[in-house]
């Protein structure tokens, strides 16, 4: 079974604490993205890696932090510093192919704060 | 500052008729276009990209690019009520592989 997983399905956090949702692929795709989506509203993209051991800041990456240590996982940390995390959490792998370029989703991570 | 917009909706339509929803982008070089479907409480899925100007159809969906009016639509023909969900639209810029999403379009296909 291929494609994008992301765990754990919902999490919850406690004031001041660290929490990392994981992403994992098989398709063998180089880049890999992490938005953020609140009710209403559109995906805001957080950060991206295009390759193993480089990732980039999107628009909303204060408060978060990544890695990319292997192709097939792009972790991401929501940090204490992140003071409104509550939202829909979405994982994504790009794929190449003759020039053109498509982005797929994991099923997503509720992230909600107790 | 790129912007996708969307009518936020509810757009209701009667089964069997013909959905249509609009986009518009502000970034003039913005190369790759594509609409996804969100079903409430699950991640969005890829139903159509389009690339050049005119027409793309796949089964029951149009896509339709008018560069020069900074205007994307989608057509859902023969809708269904399990065609009721948000769609979103999504725009890459000339060179760049980031999405920018618009807010979505919340469709009801009614009985």
């Known amino acids: 079974d291929g494609g994008i997983t992301q765990s754990p399905k919902y999490l919850f956090r406690k004031e001041g604490q660290n929490v990392t949702l994981s992403c994992e692929q098989n398709?063998?795709?180089?880049?890999m993205y992490w938005y953020r989506q609140d009710p209403g509203q559109g995906l805001r993209l957080i950060y991206y890696?295009?390759?193993?051991?480089?990732?980039q800041k999107g628009d909303i990456a204060e408060g978060y932090s990544v890695s990319r240590e292997k192709k097939e996982s792009f972790p991401l940390t929501v940090t204490s510093a992140q003071k409104n995390p509550t939202a829909f959490y979405l994982c994504?792998?790009?794929?190449?192919?003759?020039?053109?370029?498509?982005?797929?989703f994991g099923p997503g991570t509720r992230l909600l704060v107790l | 500052q790129k912007e996708v917009e969307q009518n936020s909706g509810p757009l209701s339509v009667p089964e069997g008729a013909i959905a249509s929803l609009n986009c518009t982008y502000s970034d003039r070089v913005s190369q790759s276009f594509f609409w996804y479907r969100q079903y409430s409480g699950k991640s969005p899925e890829l139903i159509m990209s389009i690339y050049s100007n005119g027409d793309k159809e796949d089964g029951r969906f149009t896509a339709q690019l008018n560069k020069a009016s900074q205007y994307v639509s989608l057509l859902i023909r023969d809708s269904q009520p399990s065609d009721s969900a948000t769609y979103l639209c999504?725009?890459?810029?000339?060179?760049?592989?980031?999405?920018?999403f618009g807010k979505g379009t919340k469709l009801s296909v009614i009985p």
């Open positions: 890696s295009q390759i193993v051991n480089d990732f």
């Open positions: 999504a725009v890459t810029g000339a060179g760049s592989y980031q999405l920018t």
């Open positions: 398709l063998n795709h180089d880049a």
């Open positions: 994504a792998t790009r794929r190449s192919t003759s020039g053109r370029e498509t982005q797929y």
